[in-house]
T-cell receptor, first 114, second 114 residues
């Protein structure tokens, strides 16, 4: 069965500094991995996805993530945080073993200080 | 608007009452998913449909919950004899096909059981 662990429930950074949100996954098959963002009172929005193509995936708003099979990780990064990045971020795994249903991590709340 | 829509956006009910939520997916998306999200948690998978067929149900989905997608388009989620523990955001998502494709989420229906 697949699973996903987000290693930090809260991350706080200063505006203009790098962002790192950590995610580890477990999957018996070749997984698809996603990062979604949820702003307060707004719907979930896809940031980026990995589907067995390039291991370094670029997403919207300057975010990117690297798939590392040996480490079973899919960490989300951004070189320079902006105030508008403050939100909840979810790492998601999906594989054929689960009938392609998606499993969400518990989420990481990102705080950005001025 | 061609996104996923959900109705109602908010529902307040008394314990023991039945409630029904509706989800209209993006046109021609054959997969439709239901999730439940409680405060501070990631969305938890409830069930999904491939066209009109309900392919999987989570153990979270007690016998008080039922979902339908009769014509393979819109879906309904009914909760019978609601309990206070049912209070949550109920999210619907759709995708064009299972493998490696993102899910497009609706805004959710927030249920409060008094």
């Amino acid at each position: 069965a697949q699973s996903v662990t987000q290693l930090d429930s809260h991350v706080s950074v200063s505006e203009g500094t790098p962002v790192l949100l950590r995610c580890n996954y477990s999957s018996s098959y070749s997984p698809s991995l996603f990062w979604y963002v949820q702003h307060p009172n707004k719907g979930l929005q896809l940031l980026l996805k990995y589907t067995s193509a390039a291991t370094l995936v670029k997403g919207i708003n300057g975010f990117e993530a690297e798939f590392k099979k040996s480490e079973t990780s899919f960490h989300l990064t951004k070189p320079s945080a902006h105030m508008s990045d403050a939100a909840e971020y979810f790492c998601v795994v999906s594989d054929q073993g689960g009938g392609f249903k998606t499993i969400f991590g518990a989420g990481t709340r990102l705080f950005v200080k001025a | 608007d061609t996104g996923v829509s959900q109705d109602p956006r908010h529902k307040i009910t008394k314990r023991g009452q039945n409630v029904t939520f509706r989800c209209d997916p993006i046109s021609e998306h054959n997969r439709l998913y239901w999730y439940r999200q409680t405060l501070g948690q990631g969305p938890e998978f409830l069930t999904y449909f491939q066209n009109e067929a309900q392919l999987e149900k989570s153990r979270l989905l007690s016998d008080r919950f039922s979902a339908e997608r009769p014509k393979g388009s819109f879906s309904t989620l009914e909760i019978q004899r609601t309990e206070q523990g049912d209070s949550a955001m109920y999210l619907c998502a759709s995708s064009p096909d299972p493998k490696g494709n993102q899910q497009f989420f609706g805004p959710g229906t927030r249920l409060t059981v008094l």
